[in-house]
């Protein structure tokens, strides 16, 4: 099957839901949610809910958490994946659109570029701003690590603070390379590691103004928290770099963004 006859699949609310039934993870590994420890189904229930929670407000909360500082990092990941007219690319985990939206632009009429995430609410938002831009592109509910599009697709994937929620994300890095034609760049855009004398101050406020600026604004601080809790479990720079590789990426490389508190990794399948 071609990727754009999965639209044709698609259900009523126009989203893609993966066209056949998942396999049901198996019983009881645990994994974290934040700082718990939860078995694995567990997890994927929880995320669901932080995304169907923050959806609404998920835009003006980013700009709000990051002072904006979200769309200078996006601003660095979009001119790092120098898309061109004709390519193809994957947003994975890709919400509310910002990427897709600039791809979609590069990558012009010719292009073919794929809105897609796992979370129905999320990607309703996406899919409206896209259209309220007159931007029609193909969107697809599906999981990262369960991708349903074939082997050595797109010129280039990008994940936007999306790895850090996956429970596998070993099984979602390997599913990126497989879908990425040879010479195709993965970029992964994600909280990491912020510089030492940065980490208390950085604590501080992860811990106590993200919560509060959730309770007041999108009147649900427990996500917030598990904002913070995520971005502390996640994989360092140096240790997600080792994940790329270890997922056949070749030329990993990083860029630490804002001290740390982001970081854009990028890797070529060869
Ligand atoms: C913090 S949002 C990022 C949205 C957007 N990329 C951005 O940068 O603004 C994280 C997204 O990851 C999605 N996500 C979590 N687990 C996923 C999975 N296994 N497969 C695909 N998307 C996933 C969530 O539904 C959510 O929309």
Redesign the pocket.
């Known amino acids: 099957m071609r990727p754009w006859e999965i639209q044709a699949r698609s259900n009523v609310s126009g989203l893609y839901n993966g066209g056949f039934p998942y396999a049901q993870p198996a019983m009881s590994n645990t994994t974290h949610f934040g700082y718990q420890t939860v078995a694995e189904e567990e997890k ?1 229930k929880k ?2 809910e932080v ?1 169907h929670s923050v959806a609404a407000k ?1 835009d003006v909360m ?1 700009d709000l958490m990051s002072a904006g500082l ?1 769309r200078v990092w ?1 601003a660095f990941t979009i001119a790092q994946a120098g898309v061109r007219p004709g390519f193809k690319v994957l ?6 659109g ?2 897709a939206k600039a791809f979609a632009k590069q990558a012009g009429p010719t292009g073919e570029v794929w809105l ?4 129905e609410s ?2 309703k938002v996406g899919r409206d701003r896209l259209l309220n831009k007159g931007m029609i592109t193909p969107i697809a509910l ?4 369960k991708l349903p599009f074939p082997d050595n697709y797109f010129d280039r994937i990008t ?4 790895l850090r ?3 596998h994300k070993d099984a ?1 890095l390997a599913e990126m390379r497989r879908v990425l034609k040879p010479g195709g760049k993965l970029l992964v ?1 994600e909280f990491s590691k912020v510089w030492e004398p940065l980490q208390r101050p950085y604590d501080v406020y992860s811990f106590s103004v993200l919560p509060w600026l959730g309770k007041r604004i999108a009147n649900d601080s427990d996500s917030y928290r598990y904002l913070a809790e995520s971005i502390r479990m996640h994989p360092d720079q140096e240790t997600l770099k080792g994940m790329m590789e270890t997922a056949g990426l070749d030329k990993v490389e990083y860029f630490n963004l804002t001290a740390g508190v982001a970081a854009l990794h990028t890797g070529i399948k060869l």
Not at 91 to 96: H, N, R
Not at 116 to 119: K, S
């Open positions: 994927v995320v669901a995304f998920y980013n979200h996006k947003d994975i985990a890709g919400g509310t910002d990427l897609t995430d796992i979370n999320m990607l599906c999981d990262a690590e994940v936007a603070f999306g929620n996956m429970t979602a855009l």
